[in-house]
């Protein structure tokens, strides 16, 4: 990992090629013998969240024992890939059938990769009497990037830190409200739907997931 690995990513000229693909880590042995053997699970983990890995193969292998173990591979696990948190949501209190809404938000990838695809924001309104309406943003996720610490140095080396969270991104969305929406109040729920459907896709890391995927956030009162 550090007389071999290092250069040969570097001369093969595979270091940001996480910004496009998916980086695939394989254990040596298991999880289970880096216990065994008092490998520092914190060094290894944080060394494979700095080189962007998405996934990680443990040859279907139990894991290790012991509760500080877990809480490693946990810590790990929750950093694995991309993570979306939503920061904020902003809109209007009210609007009027037909009205264009503008939604302001402030998303974050807490994880360690991007999503590669081109997952879309989603939108719905519902209210106690069964309606329901899904809107489609124009808004996707793929460029949402974590954070970076500078890999291979001898610090690095020595001691990979953490990984640093990406930066906020501030998203603009806009949808329009059907002529025909009847005036009352309105929940307001968002998700992340796939390239070409409207159901929910990702769970994303903050509270209030409902049943169906969706997570409802807000209130829209229409007037007429």
């Not at 806009?174 to 968002?190: D, E, K, V």
Request: aromatic share 12%.
């Amino acid at each position: 990992m550090r007389n071999a690995y290092p250069q040969l990513v570097q001369e093969s000229g595979a270091q940001d090629v996480w910004k496009t693909a998916p980086v695939a880590w394989e254990t040596c042995w298991d999880m289970r013998r880096w216990v065994k053997e008092g490998w520092p699970l914190r060094y290894i983990f944080n060394y494979a969240l700095a080189l962007h890995g998405s996934y990680i193969n443990n040859k279907s292998a139990p894991l290790p024992e012991g509760e500080d173990v877990r809480e490693e591979i946990k810590r790990f696990l929750r950093r694995l890939g991309y993570r979306f948190v939503l920061r904020e949501l902003r809109h209007p209190k009210q609007a009027r059938p037909g009205d264009s809404l503008a939604l302001a938000m402030k998303w974050q990838n807490v994880g360690s990769a991007p999503c590669y695809r081109p997952y879309r924001l989603a939108y719905r309104l519902t209210n106690e009497h069964g309606y329901s309406k899904t809107f489609i943003g124009g808004a996707t996720v793929e460029k949402w990037m974590p954070g970076t610490v500078e890999t291979f140095t001898e610090e690095f080396l020595r001691e990979p830190p953490d990984l640093p969270r990406g930066r906020i991104v501030n998203v603009a969305d806009r949808i329009a409200l059907p002529a025909n929406i009847r005036a009352g109040r309105y929940s307001l729920a968002i998700a992340i739907v796939g390239e070409d459907s409207s159901e929910p896709i990702v769970r994303l890391a903050i509270k209030g997931r409902g049943p169906n995927g969706w997570y409802p956030l807000s209130e829209i009162v229409v007037h007429e």
